[in-house]
C-alpha cells in the first residue's frame, strides 16, 4: 500500500555534487520520502523558510 502523500517525511537534502545530490534524491524517493533537492545552500534555506521541513540533509564541505 502507498503510503498518502501528506503523511510523507519532507525532507530537503542539500549537496554542491551533482552525483551526490542524485543519489541521495533516488534513495530517499525510493524511501518513500519526500525529496526537496538542492545545490546551493541559499537556495536551500530559501526552501525551509517557505515551507520548513521534516529533516535536512546537507554537504558540510560545500564549495563557496
Known amino acids: 500500500m502507498a503510503p498518502d502523500s501528506k503523511s ?3 525532507v530537503i537534502i542539500v549537496n554542491d555534487t551533482t552525483g551526490s545530490l542524485q543519489l541521495l534524491e533516488e534513495i530517499l524517493t525510493e524511501g518513500g520520502y ?3 533537492a ?3 545552500g541559499d537556495q ?3 526552501a525551509a ?3 520548513p521541513p521534516d529533516l535536512i540533509m546537507l554537504d558540510i564541505t560545500m564549495r563557496s
Do not use: E, I, P
Open 38 to 40: 538542492h545545490s546551493r
Open 49 to 51: 523558510a517557505d515551507r
Open 34 to 36: 519526500q525529496v526537496r
Open 8 to 10: 510523507l517525511s519532507d
Open 44 to 46: 536551500a534555506l530559501a
